[in-house]
């Protein structure tokens, strides 16, 4: 039936004569080769090809290649209309400073600017320096690598973790890198030579994730042991370990006063800690499932959030906290009072990552759909999804001055992404 099909099209398709005798060839030498002798005697016969004079071998193949073409050629035609959404979703929104003016509206746009190659298992966690044009990436193919984000170049690899590098970290001025993996340790690596200049013990199982405090004197780390750890980055030594959590601590972060630590767990809780005494003060339920990952509002942020929800009296000291879950949906806190503020419907899949815009108009996540979607945190809506990968989204980061986004997926890819 399928020769009879191909036979059908062939007639059909406006060819020239060499191709027709190429197209008959190809049927009768791919039922040679399949043994239906019977069938390519009748096939000859109907369009002329003589079996006595007819070369099998050379014509056996080429029905595959011509049908492995054409499935290549359909995959490369729906690429094009994704690039050609993509493209008029660009006219609508012109990547332009000028045309929407004010930065704290500004949010990725596609194509991405670069695609950097060059881990060799998925990617886990993405980082912008403050001050410099480089972002770093950690890998669960255990190394991290440093990349200039403007020139989408790959600079430099940094070796000594033993297994998955699970998360990395600047601290405030980017003279200091921290990351942490599944060999159960946190390093910390001077960002200028490139050397691991400590490395930091305690935990009894994968550490998850790691941050540095703004006063870059204190490194947050948080673990599948159930823990959360305090270690002083001078001595390495760990000053506090904060338990609660009943299973695995996904994330961990300060509040920007670093009064207050903020983590979330696979127990499907996020938790909010007095960091002077290690007191549980919210067990924040909402979700349905893993809490994958939370990010804290940074105080440029906090006054157009708090214009978002709440018209009359708001909290004096407000910290605003969103995370991330595997029920598809990202909730946004205010951690001081535990007040559940909304939550954001919207991705088909685990949601794996959140940052905040700088200016606090919208928040960006990333999701195993292997696509950003842009929140307007006025409506509470999506505002924009961007297929961001062809796999899983794992991580997504945002440059402190707006201007670009970064994304890390299964796909071994590191996207960078200009905000306008």
């Known amino acids: 039936s399928t020769v009879v099909v191909v036979l059908v099209v062939v007639g059909i398709m406006v060819l020239s004569p060499k191709q027709k005798e190429e197209a ?103 980082a912008f320096h403050p001050s410099f044009t480089q972002v770093v990436t950690g890998s669960e193919d255990a190394t991290i690598k440093l990349w200039d984000y403007e020139r989408g170049e790959f600079e430099k690899t940094l070796k000594g973790h033993t297994k998955a590098v699970n998360d990395v970290s600047f601290n405030v001025d980017g003279t200091l890198i ?59 030594i760990c000053s506090q370990i904060i338990t609660g959590h009943s299973d695995w601590v996904r994330r961990a972060v300060f509040s920007p006063d670093g009064k207050l630590v903020i983590s979330c767990s ?9 960091m002077k005494h ?9 979700h349905e499932h893993v ?18 929800f709440y018209s009359d009296s708001s909290p004096a000291s407000a910290v605003f906290c969103a995370s991330v879950s595997r029920d598809k949906t990202a909730i946004i806190w205010e951690a001081e009072s535990g007040q559940k503020l909304c939550q954001l419907v919207g991705h088909d899949n685990w949601v794996r990552g959140v940052v905040w815009n700088p200016l606090g108009k919208s928040l960006y996540t990333c999701s195993d759909d292997k696509s950003i979607v842009v929140w307007d945190l006025s409506t509470k ?3 924009r999804a961007i ?14 001055k707006c201007h670009f986004v970064a994304t890390g997926s299964v796909d071994l890819k590191l996207n960078i992404w200009e905000c306008a």
């Open 178 to 236: 921290a990351s942490c993996s599944s060999d159960m340790t946190v390093k910390v690596w001077n960002s200028s030579s490139y050397t691991c200049v400590k490395t930091l013990q305690g935990h009894e199982h994968t550490v998850s994730s790691v941050v540095f405090d703004d006063s870059g004197e204190l490194l947050l780390s948080a673990s599948r042991d159930k823990s959360v750890r305090v270690f002083q980055v001078a001595t390495g």
């Open 387 to 400: 297929k961001a990968h062809k796999h899983f989204v794992s991580c997504i980061a945002v440059h402190p």
């Open 381 to 383: 809506r999506k505002k």
């Open 24 to 126: 008959h060839a190809a049927i009768v030498g791919f039922l040679v080769a399949e043994g239906h002798t019977e069938a390519a005697s009748v096939v000859a016969n109907a369009v002329g090809v003589d079996l006595e004079t007819f070369d099998a071998e050379k014509f056996k193949p080429l029905l595959e290649k011509k049908l492995t073409s054409v499935v290549r050629l359909q995959k490369k035609v729906l690429q094009l209309e994704e690039q050609l959404k993509d493209a008029a979703e660009q006219i609508a929104h012109p990547i332009s400073a000028k045309a929407t003016g004010d930065p704290a509206d500004w949010s990725p746009h596609s194509p991405p600017r670069h695609e950097c190659s060059g881990h060799r298992s998925p990617i886990t966690s993405v």
């Open 291 to 308: 809490v994958e990952s939370l990010a804290v509002a940074p105080l440029s942020a906090i006054e157009r959030i708090t214009s978002s």
């Open 266 to 274: 696979s127990d499907k809780t996020v938790r909010v800690w007095d």
């Open 278 to 286: 290690g007191d549980c003060k919210h067990v924040l339920s909402g």
